[in-house]
C-alpha cells in the first residue's frame, strides 16, 4: 500500500494524490496524520467495485434472513414510523 502524509498532501494537493495512486499497483492510498493511518483514497473504479460487494452482501443476508424467517411483516406504517422517530430521538 501506498502511503502520503497529510503534510505531503496539503504541500502537493491533488498532484502528490496522483503520482501516490500511480506509483502502485493497487490504486488506493493511506493517509497518515501524526504518523498514524487515517484515511484511504481509492480510485473511482475501485470505490465502485467495493459499493457493489456492500450492497451484494447486503442482498445475500437479507435473501438468507428470508429464507430462515427471519422478517416481520408489517401492517401498520403509521406506527412504525412513529417508533423510528421514537427511535432516532433517543
Known amino acids: 500500500m501506498v502511503y502520503l502524509t497529510a503534510n505531503e498532501l496539503k504541500r ?3 498532484t502528490a494524490l496522483e503520482k501516490a495512486m500511480h506509483s502502485g499497483n493497487e490504486h488506493q492510498v493511506t493517509i ?7 484515511y484511504i483514497v481509492l480510485d473511482i473504479a475501485e470505490y465502485n467495485a467495493y459499493r457493489e460487494y456492500e450492497l451484494d452482501k447486503a442482498i445475500k443476508e437479507a435473501e438468507t434472513d428470508y429464507t430462515n424467517g427471519n422478517y416481520d411483516i408489517i401492517n401498520n406504517f403509521d406506527s412504525l414510523a412513529n417508533e423510528l422517530r421514537n427511535t432516532s430521538n433517543q
Open 12 to 14: 502537493g494537493g491533488v
Open 32 to 38: 497518515d496524520v501524526r504518523g498514524k493511518p487515517k
